[in-house]
């Protein structure tokens, strides 16, 4: 009896495991973004139409943002990173309340045809739907549409690079001495608790988005097995995916500023 | 210790150890999300009346604030859910 | 010897129950504190509410850092705190999920009073925006120091016992 629906491979390249769900998804939140921005931009107009004036929003909140954090010049040059930041961690959260089935494709289907409970050798099959005849065997199982920072290596990788971004425009700026000498103040001896706080503060900002997403998928799914009922799971998928989303993006893009800002000082 | 009785307890007591963990969990992180929340409606409530012009903005931020603050507690529902289910 | 197996179990639930039950206590009650206090100033100084709103959301994140660090401490507790049995394990994973979980209430609190009082400050004197937030950040940084050795403490006890 063959049942098994194989999941979907994870991908292996090069020796490290993908989930491609994530991934796929990922790269299609980048990609809309792409096209909602240059969609947009074509037609700039000094009275602006609707998106326009969403985009100008965030554009306008985040650079005024930058500017107190990082000073006139340098906050320009950060704005582009900032502010890409909240737009794609904002539709990777809110991308997951779109109700997606999962679908199969392939695979043949096995129809129980002397109605003994299970397929024998030698029965035929039918191109019936998934789950109407018989079972869908050998198929491709498409991913699940989730959202890409429900994925703990999504915050985290984010947070690394942002980490990364943050120390090298420290060196880049100061120079290296300066750099190892700012991990001295106010006292000497706290030099590994300096080091250690600005890792934690990596790790924390990550684990809040991933604590925040997750969390609210991990309780959609246990509601959704409790409770019989369709308005109760829409609403908390609402608040959950929607509310928390905006504002867990919206935390992220600014504590990340803000810990770069910190590395680099103001003065020029 | 009886040898048979520690082996034959020990997935009961592993499990009860779950839920007992699960109900301190939520029971004290309730504790601390109700007091945050309720110190920001008060304090809501006091500007609105010293301004009530502009209420909307202030609603917003009562909200705003009341979300952030809620974020530990769905961190300790999350873990007692997961003690209770997964554990 | 009876198989002490399930103590570590055991230990590692009640650990991380207590851990995130704490951790979810103080971090809380400091960012209303902080959201309290930022809608009071922005009350009175309306022309400023852009700026003190995103201060108080930077400043709650910032006094839930213990609280998510706790979070962190509690998954490592459940999923991932490797194979070892005996007692000696057991009480290093009941003592981390108490270091960090007891930990954060001072955190959460202490960061929370002062970050609130950053805004209420902000919202008085909107001139000195600049210098307040950044004292708001070296001291929440600071005043984290205590929570941050709870953290280093909790992962060395479940990976060095």
Same mark, same amino acid.
């Given at each position: ?5 194989? #999941? ?17 998804? /990922? ?5 809309? %973004?792409?096209?909602?921005?240059? %969609? ?32 006139? =010049? ?10 890409? %930041? ?12 779109? #109700? ?37 065997? &050998? ?8 959202? #890409? ?25 100061? &120079?290296?001495?300066?750099?190892? =000498? ?23 900002? /990550?684990?809040? %988005? ?59 | ?23 301190? $969990? ?18 809501? $409530? ?42 | ?40 100033? @922005?009350?009175?100084?309306? @022309? ?37 049995? +005996? ?7 009941? *003592? ?16 929370? !009073?002062?970050?609130? @009082? ?11 925006? *600049?210098?307040?937030?950044?004292? @708001?950040?070296? +001291? ?16 060395? !006890?479940?990976?060095?016992?």
């Amino acid at each position: 009896m063959r049942e098994k629906i194989e #999941p979907g491979l994870p991908v292996n390249l090069w020796g490290m495991d993908f989930d491609y769900g994530t991934v796929l998804v /990922s790269v299609l939140c980048a990609l809309i %973004l792409i096209l909602i921005s240059a %969609l947009v931009t074509r037609r700039l107009t000094l009275v602006p139409g609707k998106w326009q004036v969403v985009l100008e929003g965030v554009v306008g909140a985040f650079d005024g943002m930058a500017q107190e954090a990082f000073g006139e =010049k340098r906050g320009r040059k950060f704005l582009p990173l900032i502010g890409t %930041l909240f737009l794609f961690i904002l539709l990777a959260n809110v991308i997951g309340v779109v #109700p997606v089935p999962r679908l199969e494709i392939g695979g043949e289907v096995y129809e129980d045809l002397n109605g003994n409970g299970h397929f024998d050798g030698g029965e035929p099959f039918t191109d019936a739907a998934w789950g109407e005849k018989g079972r869908r065997d &050998g198929g491709f199982l498409l991913p699940a549409w989730e959202e #890409p920072t429900k994925n703990l290596n999504v915050p985290v990788g984010l947070a690394i690079f942002f980490l990364l971004v943050a120390h090298v425009s420290a060196v880049r700026v100061r &120079g290296v001495w300066s750099y190892l =000498k700012s991990y001295g103040d106010p006292l000497f001896f706290m030099a590994p608790l300096n080091l250690v706080s600005k890792l934690a503060g990596a790790v924390s900002v /990550s684990f809040r %988005l991933f604590g925040n997403i997750f969390g609210g998928a991990v309780i959609m799914i246990v509601v959704s097995n409790l409770l019989a009922s369709v308005g109760i799971p829409v609403a908390l998928a609402g608040f959950f995916g929607l509310f928390v989303g905006v504002i867990q993006a919206f935390v992220f893009a600014t504590l990340n500023m803000t810990y770069i800002a910190l590395e680099v000082p103001e003065t020029d | 210790m009886d040898l048979e009785a520690v082996k034959f307890l020990a997935p009961q007591i592993t499990k009860a150890a779950a839920f007992l963990g699960a109900g301190l $969990c939520m029971g004290i992180g309730a504790i601390g999300a109700a007091v945050g929340e309720g110190f920001v409606a008060g304090k809501a $409530c006091e500007a609105i009346s010293r301004r009530p012009d502009v209420y909307n903005d202030l609603f917003r931020t009562m909200i705003v604030g009341q979300a952030i603050s809620e974020s530990t507690g769905i961190y300790s529902l999350v873990i007692a859910i997961i003690l209770i289910f997964v554990a | 010897m009876p198989d002490t197996e399930f103590l570590v179990t055991v230990a590692a639930y009640l650990g991380a129950g207590y851990a995130v039950g704490m951790g979810a206590l103080g971090p809380a009650v400091g960012p209303g504190y902080t959201a309290g206090l930022a809608q009071e100033g @922005m009350s009175r100084q309306v @022309m400023r509410q852009g700026a003190i709103f995103r201060m108080m959301v930077l400043g709650q994140a910032l006094s839930q850092t213990a609280g998510v660090l706790a979070l962190v401490i509690g998954f490592v507790l459940i999923f991932a705190r490797g194979g070892g049995e +005996g007692l000696d394990k057991a009480a290093a994973l009941l *003592g981390a999920g108490f270091s960090v979980g007891t930990a954060a209430v001072g955190v959460g609190i202490g960061n929370g !009073l002062s970050t609130g @009082m950053a805004c209420a400050a902000a919202a008085r004197h909107p001139k000195h925006f *600049g210098g307040i937030q950044q004292a @708001m950040l070296v +001291g929440t940084a600071v005043s984290q120091s205590t929570g941050i050795y709870a953290f280093v403490i909790s992962l060395l !006890l479940i990976l060095y016992s």
